[in-house]
Structure formats: C-alpha cells, structure tokens
C-alpha cells in the first residue's frame, strides 16, 4: 500500500495538500510547519478521532481548525490493485470528522469492506496501538512502549498465528478472578464465611416478625371499615355539587344568550366606523396638527424677526456716510517761470562780465548762473512733489477705511434680506402644510360623521366617540366569547338532570378527604409493614431450610477454595508460558535490530537485547556487558530505539500490507555520519515499503541530493523531497 495524496484542514492545515510518491518521501518544513500536524492527521484519517478523552490536551482540541473551518480531510491511496479515497469529515460539532466514506478513486462506487472503525487495521493490518508502537516514530516517542495489542500480535509470530492472545491480558484476568474469590478480607469465600455466620441468627428473628404481622392485620382491619364510612360521606357533597352544577350551567347559558345580544347590538353600531386602526391614525394625525400650528406659529415669528432685523440693517446702511467719490488732487507741475528767470539771470551776468572783461569769460559765466538756476528749481519741485503724495496716502487710506465700513454695512444689508425671504419662505410653506393636514383629516372625520364642525377640536371629540364605540363593541364581543366559553365548559351538566339535593355530612369535603387520606396512608404503612414482614419471613425460612441453606454454603465455600487454588496454579505456568516466548521471540527481534543498529552506528555496536518489556540494551564488540539505553549519549539513544522500532517493522507487520512508515523528526539528534547511514537504511527499506520522513533541517535533502547525482538513475531508487 502507498499513499498518492493527502488534503487536511486540521489544526495550522487549511485545505492543504501534500503529493506522494512510492518510496522515500522526505518532507522538509521549519519548526512549526505541520509536521507534526500532517502526521498526526494521518494517524486519524486511518484510525480516526478518540471523541471521549476529554483532556485539554484531546487531539479533537489541540488540532481544531485554525480558521474555524469544520474539520476534514481526504487520502488518495492504492492498497494492492485498488486506488482508493477515504475521506473524514466533520457532521456534528461534538463528533470531529466522525462521517466516513471510502470510494473507489474516481467513482461514487463505495469500498464494502471498509468502515469508519476498521478503516486502519484493514488497510495496515494491525490495530492502531500496533502501528504507532512500529511504524509510527516521533522525535519525542521513539522508546517502545508496551500494549496487549502489541504482544498479542508478538505472540501470534511465534505461536499459533491467532491475535487473540496476550499474557498480560490473561494474566490481569487470572489476577481478577483470583481477587474475586479471595483478596484480604474481601472476595466471595470472606463473603460465604459472613453468610454462614450470620444464619445462625436468623431463627430468632422469625417469631417477632410473625407478631409485628399478625398485628398489622388487626388495625388494617379497623382502617378498611373506616374507609368505607369516609366514601359514603363524600358522595352525598358529590351529590350537592353536582346540583350546584347544573344550576350554574343554566345561568351560564343565559349570560351567553345576553352578551351577544349585547354584542350584535354594537357590532352593527360600530359598522359604519373605519377600523380601530385607522381612527387610531386619524386621532394621532388630529393631535399633530397642534404641533403643527406651533410650528407655523414659530415660522412667522422668525420672518416677522427677520423683517425686523433686515430694517435696521437698512436704517444703518442708509445712516452711514457714502465713499468719497471725486478724483484725488493732480500732482504739482514745475512752471516755466523758474528757468527763465534762471536763462535772464545768466544772460545779465554774462553781459556784465563781458563788459568787465572779455565775451568769453561773460558767457561761461552766464551759463554758470543758468544752469544753478535751473537745479535750485529742479529741487524745489521735488519738495514740493513728495509733500503732495504723503497727503494723498493719507486721504486714500482714509478713502479706503470709509469704504470698507460702507461694504460692511452693505453685506449685512444684503444678508438679513436673504434670510428675511427664506423665513417668508419657510412660514408660507408651514401654513400651507397646516391647511392641507387640517383639510385632510377633517375630510377623513366628515367620511363617517359628516355634521362634525370645521376645526380640529371637534374632529377630535368625533374621532374620540368613534374610538370608544369601537371599545364597547369589541369589550362586549370580548364578553361574549368568555361567557361562550363558560357555557361550552358547562354545556355537558346543563344536560343532565337536576338531581336531588341531600343532606351534607358535618365534615366538609376537605376534612373528609384529609382523613381519607390520612387513612389510605395508613393502610399503606400497615400493608408494608406486614409485607415486609411476611416477606423477611419467607426469605429467612423455617429451620429445617436454614440448615440445608448453610449447608449448601458450606458446599460453595469448598467448590470456591478448589477454583481459587486451580487459578493460582494456570497463574504460575501462564507465566513460564510466557517467559517460554518470550525467550524465542526476545532473540530475533534482538538479531534483527542488532544487524540495523550495526549499520546505524557504522560497526560500533554488534549486539542488541531487549527485555520483557522490550527495553533494548546495546554491547560493543569484546564488551563484557550490554550498556542500557540510559547509559548511551542521546543520539545513540535514538539510533537505538530506531533500529528496535524497524526491527519490530519488519518481524511483527504484515508484509503484504506494506504499511506506510512515518518517521517525524526522527533523525535530529544524529550526527551528520550516523544520518546518513539511516538514511541508507532507509533508502533499502523504502523498496518494499512507502516512508515519510519529516525533517526540520536541510542536511537530509543535501545528502539525498548529493547521493542521486553520484549515482546511476536506477540504483538512486525512489526517493522524492518536498519542501512545505
């Protein structure tokens, strides 16, 4: 058998796949991949879930669905010409993947002779304890531990070949029946002792037991007379009753005559009204138009304020001054007074000097004066120039200050109009919805009470009179299915005869069922009491039965002593049995995990035995003594639970079911030399059988790698690595 491929959600798993091949299969993941996850999913795809452990450590907790998806898995596998699929699911939240199905691959056709229960022992031929004491090897469980199951599939390897045998279920059974006849002072001989002993005081019990019964018969007697004279009275209050009854049946039927004429009457009043429901709307809709006169109210006062405040708004737009509007004042202009007056100055010193002395010097001169004329003006009208713009900054910004104040005022002018229209606005429409509620409801009124006035006040008290006629009608309705009710319930006594009304006893009928009571309770008491008696009796017997009753116990005694000593005998050769196979089973497993471990440890160790509870103990060659599995370092620890496990692969499952071997981190104490010879061990193995191997580390992938590519394609074999 192989598996192809596995799809889980389980626990970290969400609809993930793994695909498999023949052979070794080395999946690769860091802590906290799946690993563990996928085998353990693979355990319970084969053997399922154990739904009553209840620890909160439970695989039905600890591998729940990380997303909260239901639990589910499906395995595509072929067990010997068959391809199959098995899939688990969960149906029930209390029963994880407790539906199970086994078709055959790529049809709806089922695989009769699989079930949810025997899904693991048919597919790997042994149960699961057997499987996971072998074939399934974890880092942190690889020591064999042992089950009955365990020994009783050791057992058949070397015996008969039947699997229904265990020693240590034999011999906890021998041990119980040994218990159950004597254990201490308990067990059914102490048990006999006690019973033979106490007979002998049992005579003496029967003759108070017969007076206590002839005593209970006695005052049993007097009760039943009693009794008898109590029923008597009762039945004359019956009788009263019942004439009461009837009596109350007639009256019954009159009230119900009388409510629906009552009813009818009201029905046919109310006819011509709407429904409760509507004049319930229409009341509402009267009662809201108060609220809407207020709100209409409310609207006109606000565009009556809006008015108010756009007036005074105006009041102060108009009341303010208005922006200077004339052309600010031209800048001063240089006349042309000053240069001539510069040019006649020149020229008059010019002739001057000239007559002085020569022209030349005169017009230089001359020139001289023109031009300091005309620079001395070019100053002053300078002066005169920046005097002019610093007061025209001042009457701009003064300008600008008038305007900004005047924009202002014309904003808020301008603001208090557009709220003044919407409040117009606003109170016009409130009006308008007022009148159209108004003419509304009072057209619904008119539809049923067409003299009702024109305003709301007297609608309302028409819409208020219709409600209470519908109340009437419906209480009287109300009123007659009670008091129809009432005469139903009495109809039957009403049918009777009016019987004749005797004379009441002095107890009422409560004191006399009191007593009655009082006395059936005692009879009760009495015929328990003498039962009890007369039992006890029967059961203790005359003396003749007691002695043949304590012999016979004295017979049991003898035949239980004879069983417990025939027990106590089959116990011991049970045992030499056992250790007999134990001797001739201990040797060949030893042999064969010795030829693994060999390999394992490279020629260091040559020996392995195992004890009775398969603890192995290894022996290096010419060592006077084996070294136990505590003595080694851990690796080798591992290595040599390793090769016993194999060892127990190979001799105890069966071949022709090729069980799949899971292996999860089982090689991560070995050092590098020591992994790679389990992995040839395993490479060897996995020609006759599928392995999964999971690994935290890269090293095994490295060397599987490295081997492939140094060796022909054919003798690589059929290994394949998987990186999750």
Partial sequence: MHIRKLAATFGRLENAVLELGPGLNLIEAPNEGGKSTWTAFLQAMFYGLNTRDRTPQADKRRYL?????????????????????????????????????????????????????????????????????????????????????????????ITTGEEDTSYTAAAERLRRQLNRRRHNKTGLLPQLEQEIAAAEGLLAQVEALEAEAAGCE????????????????????????????????????????????????????????????ELEALRGALQSLELEEEAARDAAREAQQAEETLAQADSALAAAPQPPRDAPAPPPKAGPLLPLLS????????????????????????????????????????????????????LDRQREREAAAHALLKDRADDARAAWQRACALSEAADGRLRQSTARALQQVRAFQPEAAGHREDALVAVEGALARRAAAEQAAREEEAAALRWELRRPAAQEALPEPGERPVLSPAQLQSELSANLAGQEDLRRRSHTAQGRIQALGDRPQLEAELAEKEERRRALQEEHDAIALAARVLEQADLTLQRRFSPALGEKSAEIFTKLTRGKYNRVLLDKSLAPSAQEPGALSPREAYQLSRGAADQLYLAVRLAICELVLPAEKSAPLVLDDALVTFDDGRMAAALSCLRELARRRQILLFTCQRREAAWLEQEAARQAPDDAGDVRVLRL
């Fill in 65 to 157: 669905p990380w997303s909260g998806s239901p639990m589910e898995g499906r395995v595509d596998l072929v067990a010997g010409n068959d391809a199959i699929t098995l899939i688990r699911r969960t149906a029930r939240a209390n029963a994880p993947m407790g539906a199970f199905s086994a078709q055959y691959a790529g049809s709806t056709q089922p695989v009769p002779w699989l079930t949810a229960a025997n899904c693991g022992e048919e597919l790997l031929g042994v149960p699961q304890e057997v499987y996971e004491r072998s074939a399934f090897i974890r880092q942190s469980g690889m020591a064999v531990s042992h089950s009955p199951a365990l020994e009783q599939r050791i057992a058949a390897l």
């Fill in 343 to 394: 040019l006649a100055a020149g020229g008059l010193i010019a002739a001057l000097v000239s007559l002085a002395g020569s022209w030349a010097a005169g017009i230089g001169a001359g020139a001289l004066a023109a031009a300091l004329g005309i620079a001395l003006g070019l100053l002053l009208a300078r002066r005169r120039r920046s005097r002019w713009e610093a007061e025209q900054a001042v």
């Fill in 218 to 277: 006695e005052r049993l007697a007097r009760l039943s007379e009693r009794e008898t004279e109590l029923r008597r009275q009762l039945a004359l209050h019956e009788a009263a009753d019942r004439a009461r009854e009837v009596r109350e049946a007639l009256s019954a039927r009159d009230a119900w005559e009388k409510a629906r004429q009552r009813s009818q009457a009201l029905a046919e009043d109310v006819r011509p009204l709407p429904p409760r429901a």
